[in-house]
């Protein structure tokens, strides 16, 4: 209920400041009557320009849900009761037609995207692991994690007998600046930034390396921890929410109480979401976020959809649940910011996005009839291997091709390559020119019959016959690229090269990036996102705040916007690398930008009620909520 008359605040004001010159319009001209709209504004109004060296906002809000898909909130927006998500497509810019501009939809990509305002080319960060033999010969290396470092924070119980630390995470591999980076520098670290999420992956590439700090959990505990790359002690008020019980309410609230792997059992659940937003709400008032002279920036990845989402899919009842939830979970969350933010939700600003969708589970699609087959990669990669071996080395098995793969990379030994005296550019064509047959043997062709008018068809052979059902899908390559030719090009001239051309990364080893056909992965239960497909390209994108005009709006845009559009607003740098763009359509002119000015008297007063002339406010107030 507070949030909706808050809501009405800035429009309140809005509406004040502009009525008396609305009506001396009539009597004169309309430059003159401008000119003193302008006025009565300036009177109100700072002498320079809302940014965030003034504090405007207090604090802003990059809000992730890691897996939500972009066709979400319209296909479930009649469940929405309160000021949840309806916040952004009522009472805020919500652009329904966002996607991300690039092949390899993953988690740390995505986040390191939305972060940086720029792609995988321009941020570095092309995957949530690969393999860099250098650092690690027994597995891929994850794109955060640092052995120069050491995590903070964790229970006595998760580290292992024996040792005296685990490894910690940084942003060692992102190479560009986030737009929290960006506004610590030109605060001059005056402004705060931190992000959290239960990925290490989701808190750092978000929040950046300039932030004052990133949290994520501990899997087997549920602890909250950060590394030393950030700080060698965690905040008291992080610790003590770690022992506050929150972990055993969390548990009891998921059904898993005295769980031993916080991450999976509790991680699923809506429980999950709440046990992180009611850490942000500690963070805020901890770090006193929205309280300095300069802006604040928070990000919060929430990362349940996600863990939840690969097991039953974007289809299920339990997809529903969890974003019907989340509509409440995010309500509660806007109603307590609205309260404990100086001036109120006014002061706030919110964006709303994902770090990639998802594809339907391919049992799902199949039975539409897509070709959604699922593809063994432990027989492609072997069926690779011995391709590569019958060209350079026959009668040997070298392992040519790594293990452990994970699409859209296949990651290539190159010692093995080298030893062989093979370059990359020969290694990764011969693995690119093996890929279309090592597909084809992964599923046994079925004979085909000869077309009804061909001369075959009637020699009385005991002839294959045309199947009376639907054939079961095959798996089937869309397309690869080396990475030499991610490198170099060139690209097609197309919005697929520019795709293309934002995949790449320079990290890791030899590689080759493969595109099965749409609807098609690697998984053999649930389902997963890593494709140039529009199902995985598709987020949400919302905004609410002062500066945004409330609307929907059918223009295609990208999550690498929200960097750009919140620098631009702040006054600062745009990222290092941002190719996003600024969503002016969705910005009101400067001079009706208002904000609240001082903290509201409690408990607020109700709103008038002629000012409330949107049908949606109307409709809303006749409306309790509960
Ligand atoms: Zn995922």
Redo the contacts with the bound molecule.
Sequence with gaps: MAVTLLRLRPLLIALALVAPVVSAQTARAPSSAARDHRETLRSHEPAVPYSAYNDHPKLAIILVI??FRGDYLDRWRSDFKGDGFNLFLDGGAYFPDCYYDYANTK?APGHAAIGTGAYSDGNGIASNAWWDLSRNQQRPVSAVEDERYQLVGLPPSSIPPGAKYVTGSSPRNLLASTVGDELRLATQGQSKVFGISLKDRAAILTAGAAANGAFWIDPASGYWVTSTFYMSQLPDWAAAFNTSGAIAQAEQDANAANTKNFYNDVGKTPAANTYELNFAEALIQGEQLGQHNVTDLLTVSLSAN?MMG?ASGPDSPDEQQMVDALDSQLADFFTWLDKNIPGGLGNVWIALTADHGVAPVPATAAQYGLNAATIDLTKLIAALNYAINMKFSPGEKIEYVLPHQDLPYIFLNDPEFMKAGINEQEAEQAVQQALPAAVDSLVPQQPTPPPSDSPLAGTGKPAVLPSETRLPPRPALFRSYTRQQLADGPYPPTPWGTLLAHSYSPFGEWYVMVIPTAFQMADSHGT??FTPYSYDRHVPLGFYGAPFAPGTYLDRVQPVDIAATFAALLGINQPSASVGQILTRALKPADEVTYPREIPPRPHRAAPAHHATAAHHAAREATPHP
Excluded: A, L
């Design positions: 890691d897996q988690t996600d690969h997963t996102h």
